[in-house]
């Protein structure tokens, strides 16, 4: 038979006040089933990083029990919204989308460093990307094997990655 404990809400979180561990371990151990189910719907069925949020959240939990108001919501219900706005930036983070003016800038920079690549790295990502030619066909055209095609795309490609990344710092 599954005994389940009992505990008056305003005695747990006046533990948790207390900043007593076994309030924060029951407290763990009686919500975060169903809160790791709600993040793993937030989170797109990504377990590992549901777990990771949960985590954080659950050691935001002490430093941001000032904020709870017993007489606003239950203790369960401030754990989930809490999760879900821990939740909301770890997708923000994740699915980080520049905006616009970004995109434009980056485009005319990926552009002129395009200008400043040798000429065989240039010519075989221009092909490729503007001209949808295939490795082969490059080979062809510019008459070197497909291994230096690969070379020279895979050099250039590492040019632009580092520009990419290099623009994404700031």
């Given at each position: 038979?599954?005994?389940?404990?009992?505990?008056?809400?305003?005695?747990?979180?006046?533990?948790?006040?207390?900043?007593?561990?076994?309030?924060?371990?029951?407290?763990?151990?009686?919500?975060?089933?169903?809160?790791?189910?709600?993040?793993?719907?937030?989170?797109?069925t990504d377990k590992e990083r549901a777990v990771h949020v949960m985590e954080d959240a659950f050691t935001a939990?002490?430093?941001?029990?000032?904020?709870?108001?017993?007489?606003?919501?239950?203790?369960?219900?401030?754990?989930?919204?809490?999760m879900h706005q821990l939740a909301i930036v770890a997708l923000r983070q994740l699915n980080k989308c520049p905006?616009?003016?970004?995109?434009?800038?980056?485009?005319?920079?990926?552009?002129?460093?395009?200008?400043?690549?040798?000429?065989?790295?240039?010519?075989?990502?221009?092909?490729?990307?503007?001209?949808?030619?295939?490795?082969?066909?490059?080979?062809?055209?510019?008459?070197?094997?497909?291994?230096?095609v690969d070379q020279l795309l895979q050099a250039g490609l590492q040019h632009l990655k580092q520009y990419i990344?290099?623009?994404?710092?700031?």
């Open positions: 038979m599954d005994k389940k404990l009992h505990i008056n809400e305003q005695l747990l979180v006046d533990l948790l006040y207390a900043n007593n561990r076994q309030a924060f371990s029951f407290v763990y151990d009686t919500f975060s089933p169903a809160l790791h189910g709600s993040l793993i719907d937030l989170i797109e939990v002490g430093q941001a029990l000032q904020s709870y108001d017993e007489g606003q919501q239950k203790l369960f219900t401030w754990l989930l919204h809490m905006q616009a003016d970004e995109l434009e800038r980056l485009s005319i920079g990926l552009r002129q460093k395009l200008l400043t690549m040798n000429r065989g790295q240039r010519c075989v990502i221009e092909l490729i990307y503007y001209k949808g030619y295939s490795k082969t066909r490059i080979s062809q055209a510019l008459h070197i094997s497909v291994e230096k990344n290099y623009c994404f710092q700031e």
